[in-house]
Antibody, heavy 117, light 107 residues
Framework: QVQLQESGPGLVKPAQTLSLTCSVSGASITSGNYYWSWLRQAPGKGLEWLGYSFYSGGTFYNPSLNSRLTISVDMAKNLFSLSLISVTAADTAVYFC?????????WGQGILVTVSS | DIQMTQSPSTLSASIGDRVTITCRASQSVSNWLAWYQQKPGKAPRLLIYDASALETGVPSRFIGSASGTEFTLTITGLQPEDFATYYCQQYNSFFPLTFGGGTKVEI
């Protein structure tokens, strides 16, 4: 049974870079032709899809992020990562990793990241 | 972007009730629509995909349907564990994927 687990700092200063990783267990990140996505949910708000990556390349990002986002896959470590530059308070949210590129049946538990000085 | 408009935003119901949540797309998404259930502090759970297909392990009381750009999630015989927030999500226009604003089902 595949499981996903987010990790990273819970507090990031404004203008800095938010970096998170999603560790995948129970399956290889290269198996099944799956894509790997990041989504987020601001406190008390709805869900926002951020982007996805495939293990052999091929990424797709939400244009609302204005080219601030990078998603990458580390096959050796069986994980994928999110890097969001130039963060502001508006980037405060619970960040979820998920398997899939269109609909999402497998999710991590989520990690709250607060942007504050 | 395709806008997904859910209604109502809040719904009060009782155990055993039949409840209906509606999601309207701003343009055609064909049947590329999913429904999720989210409980406080938890990740969303996929219930329905392709507008009406039941995800494995989801109880059959959850029913999805579609008519043009209007989609409906019906819960027949509301159970205590069904009190949660429900979201629709379109995946026809992949650039980008978009979600509805959510419907909170409360007692």
């Amino acid at each position: 049974q595949v499981q996903l687990q987010e990790s990273g700092p819970g507090l990031v200063k404004p203008a800095q870079t938010l970096s998170l990783t999603c560790s995948v267990s129970g399956a290889s990140i290269t198996s099944g032709n799956y894509y790997w996505s990041w989504l987020r949910q601001a406190p008390g708000k709805g869900l926002e899809w951020l982007g996805y990556s495939f293990y052999s390349g091929g990424t797709f990002y939400n244009p609302s992020l204005n080219s601030r986002l990078t998603i990458s896959v580390d096959m050796a470590k069986n994980l994928f990562s999110l890097s969001l530059i130039s963060v502001t308070a508006a980037d405060t949210a619970v960040y979820f990793c998920a398997r899939g590129k269109q609909r999402f049946a497998k999710w991590g538990q989520g990690i709250l990241v607060t942007v504050s000085s | 972007d395709i806008q997904m408009t859910q209604s109502p935003s809040t719904l009060s119901a009782s155990i055993g009730d039949r409840v209906t949540i509606t999601c309207r797309a701003s343009q055609s998404v064909s049947n590329w629509l999913a429904w999720y259930q989210q409980k406080p502090g938890k990740a969303p759970r996929l219930l329905i995909y392709d507008a009406s297909a039941l995800e494995t392990g989801v109880p059959s009381r959850f029913i999805g349907s579609a008519s043009g750009t209007e989609f409906t999630l019906t819960i027949t015989g509301l159970q205590p564990e069904d009190f949660a927030t429900y979201y629709c999500q379109q995946y026809n226009s992949f650039f980008p994927l978009t979600f509805g604003g959510g419907t909170k089902v409360e007692i």
